[in-house]
């Protein structure tokens, strides 16, 4: 079993201000875990975690994929969550880019079918549309209607910014339509697949994976 990465450096008071890693962000953890042989097939160049948070999930995937051999970059909307991710990565002695900016808008066109891991644990809960948009703790959850409004906003960003090899995985529940969301990605030209699934309380958390689809 591969360690939880050290998060020692961040104190109960930062977790009022960034997203307190969760079921959904060890969910995630597991599904790496079990992902390790695929991913040191991969052999990432580049790889991208949207919506970083604390930097947890950013370290621990890190950690599989090794120092030297590719180029980590992690956005995320909240200042301080990017502030976050940076003091994590020195933690657990990782070098990664981090940018504060929407969504991967500061990536755009230049790492443009470029990346070949890329991954979003997304604000999934459904909320007002009102709530959708924030710059600051509530950006962690807020969803808007069925909790979908910046997963799709996402979603077309996957095509242009995979490379043909890449592979994409993200966090979702089971009111965020998973069918409906692989179906989207279908007409893209990504086959899918659920790596894992959880009852946490009362949710229902799944991790998909998306990669180009062969034919
Ligand atoms: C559910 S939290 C996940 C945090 C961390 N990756 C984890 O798994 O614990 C969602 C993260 O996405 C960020 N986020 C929300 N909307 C975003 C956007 N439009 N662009 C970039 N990051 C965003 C939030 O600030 C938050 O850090």
Same mark, same amino acid.
């Given at each position: &079993?591969?360690?939880?990465?050290?998060?020692?450096?961040?104190?109960?008071?930062?977790?009022?201000?960034?997203?307190? /890693?969760?079921?959904?962000?060890?969910?995630?953890?597991?599904?790496?875990?079990?992902?390790?042989?695929?991913?040191?097939? =991969? %052999? /990432?160049?580049?790889?991208?975690?949207?919506?970083?948070?604390?930097?947890? @999930?950013? !370290?621990?995937?890190? #950690? *599989?994929? $090794?120092?030297?051999?590719?180029?980590?970059?992690?956005?995320? *909307?909240?200042?301080?969550?990017?502030?976050?991710?940076?003091?994590? !990565?020195? %933690?657990?002695?990782?070098?990664?880019?981090?940018?504060?900016?929407?969504?991967?808008? !500061?990536?755009?066109?230049?790492?443009?079918? %470029?990346?070949?891991? &890329?991954?979003?644990?997304?604000?999934?809960?459904?909320?007002?549309?009102?709530?959708?948009?924030?710059?600051?703790?509530?950006?962690?959850? !807020?969803? $808007?209607?069925?909790?979908?409004? @910046? *997963?799709?906003?996402?979603?077309?960003? @996957?095509?242009?910014?995979?490379? /043909? #090899?890449?592979?994409?995985?993200?966090?979702?529940?089971?009111?965020?339509?998973?069918?409906?969301?692989?179906?989207?990605?279908? %007409?893209? $030209?990504?086959?899918?697949?659920?790596?894992?699934?959880? =009852?946490?309380?009362?949710? #229902?958390?799944? *991790?998909? #994976?998306?990669?180009?689809?062969?034919?």
């Amino acid at each position: &079993m591969l360690p939880t990465p050290d998060l020692s450096h961040l104190k109960k008071k930062d977790y009022e201000y960034i997203y307190e /890693p969760a079921e959904d962000t060890f969910l995630f953890l597991d599904a790496f875990e079990d992902e390790v042989p695929f991913l040191k097939e =991969l %052999q /990432p160049t580049i790889s991208l975690e949207v919506g970083s948070g604390s930097g947890c @999930v950013t !370290a621990f995937v890190g #950690k *599989i994929l $090794g120092e030297s051999s590719c180029l980590k970059y992690c956005t995320d *909307i909240n200042p301080k969550a990017a502030r976050a991710t940076l003091g994590t !990565a020195k %933690q657990n002695q990782l070098t990664v880019d981090v940018i504060e900016t929407h969504l991967t808008d !500061a990536l755009l066109p230049r790492l443009q079918g %470029q990346i070949d891991l &890329m991954y979003f644990n997304p604000p999934y809960v459904l909320t007002p549309s009102e709530e959708v948009g924030s710059h600051s703790v509530e950006a962690s959850w !807020a969803g $808007g209607i069925d909790g979908r409004e @910046v *997963i799709d906003e996402f979603l077309p960003y @996957v095509k242009r910014l995979l490379s /043909p #090899k890449g592979a994409f995985y993200m966090v979702v529940v089971n009111e965020n339509k998973p069918d409906d969301i692989r179906e989207i990605m279908k %007409q893209d $030209g990504f086959e899918s697949s659920i790596v894992k699934t959880r =009852l946490a309380g009362r949710e #229902k958390l799944f *991790i998909l #994976k998306f990669v180009r689809s062969s034919t």
